[in-house]
C-alpha cells in the first residue's frame, strides 16, 4: 500500500477550505476559462450562459464581498465540474 500523508477525510476538507473567500471576479473569470460567456450584467449579478446548455450561472459581484461557500459549490455543481476542476481553473 502506498503511503499517503493524509488522514482520511483531510482531502476532503483540504479541498472545501479552498472555497472560502473567493473573489466575485476571479470566479466568474473561471467560468469563462470553463466555456460560459458572460451574457449580461442585471444589478450587481453577472449572468453567465455556455453554448449548447440550458443552463445560466448568476454570480453576485459586491464589492468587497467574497462569494459564499454554499453560493459557490452550488454554482460549480450547475455548471457540471468538479470542486477540484474548478479550482483547477481559478488562478
Known amino acids: 500500500m502506498p503511503f499517503c500523508a493524509l488522514r482520511e477525510g483531510q482531502g476532503q476538507e483540504s479541498i472545501m477550505s479552498g472555497l472560502n473567500n473567493l473573489k466575485p471576479q476571479r470566479v466568474v473569470k473561471t ?22 446548455s440550458s443552463r445560466i450561472l448568476s454570480v453576485p459581484v459586491h464589492k468587497g464581498k467574497p462569494i459564499k ?7 460549480i455543481s450547475v455548471a457540471g465540474l468538479t470542486v477540484e476542476e474548478f479550482l483547477g481553473l481559478y488562478r
Do not use: C, D, Y
Open 69 to 75: 461557500q454554499g453560493l459557490i459549490r452550488n454554482l
Open 31 to 52: 467560468f469563462e476559462r470553463a466555456g460560459w460567456q458572460i451574457e449580461r450584467t442585471t444589478g450587481s449579478h453577472v449572468i453567465l450562459v455556455k453554448p449548447g
